[in-house]
């Protein structure tokens, strides 16, 4: 995809301080990734870990939109997430063919470069195949899967609207917590009264863990400034403005995209080193079982 300079930038309803949004995504992912490796009785970290997967999905989406080189974009995705497997294979205990998030990070932003190029009709084909990668790819074993892929190219197309955005997420969101773990209690409290009542059936289905992701999405619409209406008792000049704008822009944050992407497996590398200090069982089998098949395959 070449740069056209005299070609109008996508109009984004939601946040755009995308420097902000990473850093908040990775304390969600920490805490996650830390709840199920180092703390896995403490439920409230994998609650708070739901967030940043969209977070991650809304700020790849408004990369897509401002990106010089889709293709250096993809290809950068790509190595990130080929040097990050062997260290995720060993933090999260996965085998080699269950790939990091950075595979459904990719497919999503390959459904969306089809969705923008619009040749020979890859508007269509090009979300259809990323879905169907995330599926032959194995990105459901611990990756979100099509739907995480789907999740991604569906913020792409109510990109241009806050409200649009808003109940796209929140449909989802419901969708996405049918069937997943259910949500007993949060830092001590019970839900259990949440369960009863009238209004019982229309709680419940928030119960659930992935439904939590819908957490997120403030920081996803959060505006960059918020309009207030002036009562009209109180316009004393013929021309005093009807509204009074707030600025709620979020502090725009910039750092080396390197540092960015390293932020990653980093973070997986410093669990081990905790669970390492902790004397939990760290998993080296998977990545030395992948050693022993490559090492079969050549000889």
């Not at 009709?121 to 892929?149: D, E, H, I, R, T």
């Not at 989802?172 to 259990?192: E, N, P, Q, R």
């Amino acid at each position: 995809m070449t740069h056209d300079p005299l070609k109008r930038p996508d109009e984004l309803g939601g946040n755009t301080s995308t420097g902000l949004l990473k850093i908040l995504a990775l304390v969600f992912m920490f805490c996650d990734h830390a709840g199920k490796m180092c703390f896995p009785a403490v439920s409230e970290l994998r609650l708070i870990g739901r967030l940043a997967f969209p977070i991650y999905c809304w700020c790849m989406v408004v990369g897509a939109c401002r990106t010089r080189s889709m293709s250096r974009y993809l290809g950068r995705l790509a190595l990130v997430g080929l040097i990050s497997q062997p260290v995720y294979m060993v933090a999260l205990n996965h085998p080699w063919n269950v790939p990091n998030i950075f595979l459904t990070l990719l497919l999503g932003l390959c459904g969306i470069w089809g969705m923008r190029e619009k040749k020979w009709g890859s508007q269509l084909w090009a979300p259809a195949l990323a879905l169907m990668g995330a599926v032959l790819f194995n990105c459901g074993a611990a990756s979100y899967g099509w739907k995480g892929v789907l999740l991604m190219m569906l913020l792409y197309l109510c990109r241009g609207h806050r409200k649009t955005l808003a109940a796209a997420m929140i449909a989802f969101c419901l969708y996405w917590g049918s069937g997943s773990v259910s949500v007993g209690s949060v830092f001590g409290i019970s839900l259990t009264p949440l369960r009863r009542g009238e209004l019982s059936a229309l709680i419940l289905p928030w119960l659930q863990l992935q439904a939590m992701a819908v957490l997120s999405l403030p920081l996803i619409i959060w505006p960059d400034e918020v309009r207030i209406p002036v009562p009209t008792f109180l316009r004393r000049d013929e021309g005093a403005p009807d509204h009074l704008r707030l600025r709620t822009r979020m502090p725009s944050l910039r750092m080396p995209a390197w540092l960015g992407y390293s932020l990653y497996p980093g973070h997986l590398a410093l669990l081990i080193v905790m669970e390492h200090l902790m004397g939990k069982t760290i998993h080296w089998e998977h990545l030395t079982n992948a050693w022993n098949q490559l090492l079969a395959l050549l000889t």
